[in-house]
């Protein structure tokens, strides 16, 4: 496995790919990897010759107020799991070389970055589309990976990847959980054994909306409700948003019908996690 830090020196590797006529993956992280992550590489070997992991805590996604200070960093685990995981380069670029003195330069995703964590998280998704416009630039990977815990974050990837003509395919792959439910996430540390004992609601409210919605229900607000007061019932938790929207344009719905995704935002203390589901209805 390499480890490649600057910018010219990845640039130069994905030509001499090319060159080589090997396809190239893409799997995008912030690092303190965990099983969800290796879930990305594992479709990316699958599906690509060279799979590229970035690592790199993108200061333009975090509010003033958010966690970019504390957010975990341990690049020797990271090197570690992903040379276990089968990585061919991690790529580690300096906060300097992403965004050089005088950088101006961005670039939004509209309308799909408007409702759920666009709500309240102003530019992060500006951040986000920026970041990994710079990566594709980059890396040039046939096929970048995200996970469908972000699920708004992949599909503004995807719709902007598209709507540029980058010819680049965007997979969105599946949740990774915990035995318990919860969704493998790099902030889970952050709770305390209360906190993570209560976090585990996220899913089973989830599974249980999932039920109303088979057995017939198709009142969205019924169902948000009934998530709720799940959600509530647990002493640490504090509801952000719990929102049934249509799972392409991710528009809030009243009436639960074709393909739509439950999405919710919840902070145990002072984390914040997110989670999602998507249902078809016929």
Do not use: W
């Not at 390499?2 to 006529?21: C, D, H, L, P, Y």
């Not at 984390?271 to 078809?280: A, E, G, P, S």
């Amino acid at each position: 496995m390499k480890t490649i830090e600057n910018i010219s020196r990845m640039s130069t590797f994905v030509k001499m790919m090319k060159k080589e006529g090997k396809s190239i993956g893409l799997v995008p992280t912030m690092g303190y990897l965990h099983e969800g992550h290796l879930s990305l590489v594992k479709a990316a070997k699958k599906h690509t010759d060279v799979v590229v992991m970035s690592i790199f805590i993108n200061p333009l996604q975090f509010a003033p107020h958010e966690d970019l200070e504390k957010y975990p960093r341990d690049l020797k685990h990271d090197e570690e799991m992903a040379r276990t995981a089968g990585v061919d380069v991690v790529f580690y670029p300096s906060l300097k070389d992403m965004y050089p003195e005088g950088y101006a330069t961005y670039v939004t995703v509209e309308k799909l970055t408007d409702n759920l964590c666009g709500e309240s998280r102003t530019g992060h998704f500006r951040g986000v589309t920026t970041v990994v416009i710079k990566l594709f630039n980059i890396v040039k990977p046939d096929v970048a990976y995200f996970g469908q815990k972000d699920m708004q974050q992949a599909l503004t990837v995807k719709k902007m990847a598209s709507d540029l003509n980058m010819g680049i395919e965007v997979k969105m792959m599946p949740v990774v959980r915990e035995k318990d439910g919860l969704a493998m996430s790099s902030r889970n540390m952050y709770l305390n054994d209360a906190e993570r004992k209560d976090a585990a609601v996220l899913h089973q409210s989830l599974k249980n909306a999932e039920t109303l919605i088979k057995n017939g229900e198709r009142d969205a607000g019924k169902v948000m409700k009934a998530v709720e007061e799940m959600i509530r019932s647990k002493q640490s938790a504090r509801i952000e948003y719990v929102k049934l929207v249509d799972a392409r344009e991710l528009k809030d719905v009243k009436m639960i019908t074709g393909e739509i995704a439950l999405s919710v935002a919840v902070f145990f203390g002072k984390t914040r996690l997110i989670d999602n589901t998507t249902i078809t209805v016929r």
